[in-house]
Nanobody, 121 residues
């Protein structure tokens, strides 16, 4: 059974940094697509960053523009999102997700409970 638990959110001033963590028990990293999504009030959930386990390829939302980095520590079963130069528009609940690559759909992913990120201007 896959269980994802996020941590590391909080309140930060614009221009600051946060490092989100996700404990990903039950995830087979080498066969999975893992990633971070976010949802702001009144908006749909959007993809922030994903990483494919089979080849290490990463994908970032266009709004990231080099500010965020997704990484994993397979031995520790961890997924990280380092966020730099945060902007008020980055304020959202950030969710960690994972699914097997063969499924190829986030509709069938496992999700954490989310961690709140608030960026003040």
């Amino acid at each position: 059974e896959v269980q994802l638990v996020e941590s590391g959110g909080g309140l930060v001033q614009a221009g600051g940094s946060l490092n989100l963590s996700c404990q990903a028990s039950g995830v087979i990293f080498e066969d999975s697509l893992v990633g971070w999504f976010r949802q702001a009030p009144g908006k749909e959930r959007e993809g922030v960053a994903t990483r494919r386990g089979s080849n290490g390829k990463t994908y970032y939302g266009q709004f990231v523009k080099g500010r965020f980095t997704i990484s994993t520590d397979v031995a520790k079963k961890m997924i990280y999102l380092q966020m730099n130069n945060l902007k008020p528009e980055d304020t959202a609940i950030y969710y960690c997700g994972a699914h097997l690559e063969v499924i190829e759909s986030w509709d069938h992913a496992s999700w954490g409970q989310g961690t709140q990120v608030t960026v003040s201007s």
